[in-house]
């Protein structure tokens, strides 16, 4: 898996976009970027991923820059239930089966 | 759907007994992966069992083991525990075969604390 690089801390009032970035310069062709989250003490929730073109759902957006070695995580309204740790994960799935966390991002969402 | 599901939620041991960890895997999904989180550290890949067969292993002594059944549940193993060993573990299954990324998804977590 590509290394990720990301801020370790970052804060945003609630209410409005929390925008989260990652850098993975040496990502793959075939490495899609993975997005989770942990709330203190319970298990990873994925959020999203993509592999070239910016994807949404219904908790995030993912930008992901034209040279793939970059990306940014929108959280379009933050809520103070938003704040966790935030890992951005390279991970071509299929056959490679492990996802490679680092310490990720601290996010901490103020009223 | 079933998300994943992990007993015990917490387990208090002493150094060098054995211990048993369960994961349910998510409704249709045929793939258990097992992590370890140290306080303060991001989730470290243990194995993965797909079909019943250890699909991968990462950095973890032989003391580790696991199993996976026919309804795709899970077991993690561990002998001779250590105090080391103490983390939230982590299981998380997928669908391996199917769409083109494999995402896991994760259970809540057992919390281990060896004395």
């Known amino acids: 898996d590509a290394k990720t690089t990301q801020p370790t801390s970052m804060d945003c009032a609630e209410g409005r976009a929390a925008n989260l970035p990652c850098n993975h310069s040496?990502?793959?062709?075939?490495?899609?970027v993975y997005w989770y989250r942990q709330i203190h003490s319970q298990g990873p929730q994925y959020i999203i991923h993509g592999l070239k073109n910016n994807e949404t759902n219904e908790m995030a957006s993912l930008i992901i820059t034209e040279d793939r070695k970059s990306s940014t995580l929108i959280l379009p309204h933050a809520t103070l239930r938003d704040t966790a740790v935030y890992y951005c994960?390279?991970?071509?799935?299929?056959?490679?089966?492990?996802?490679?966390f680092g310490k990720g991002t601290l996010l901490t969402v103020n009223p | 759907e079933t998300g994943v599901t992990q007993s015990p939620t917490h387990l208090i041991k002493t150094r060098g007994q054995q211990v048993t960890l369960r994961c349910s895997s998510q409704s249709g999904h045929n793939t258990v992966s097992w992590y370890q989180q140290a306080l303060g550290q991001g989730p470290q890949f243990i194995f993965q069992?797909?079909?019943?067969?250890?699909?991968g292993r990462g950095n973890f002594p032989p003391r580790f083991s696991g199993l996976q059944f026919p309804n795709y549940s899970s077991e993690l193993n561990v002998n001779a525990l250590e105090l080391d060993d103490s983390a939230l573990y982590l299981c998380?299954?997928?669908?391996?075969?199917?769409?083109?990324?494999?995402?896991?998804?994760f259970g809540p977590g057992t919390r281990l604390t060896v004395l």
């Open positions: 069992y797909y079909r019943e067969e250890e699909n």
């Open positions: 040496t990502i793959s062709g075939n490495e899609y």
């Open positions: 998380a299954s997928s669908l391996q075969g199917g769409a083109s990324t494999d995402t896991q998804y």
């Open positions: 994960i390279a991970n071509s799935g299929g056959s490679n089966y492990k996802l490679t």
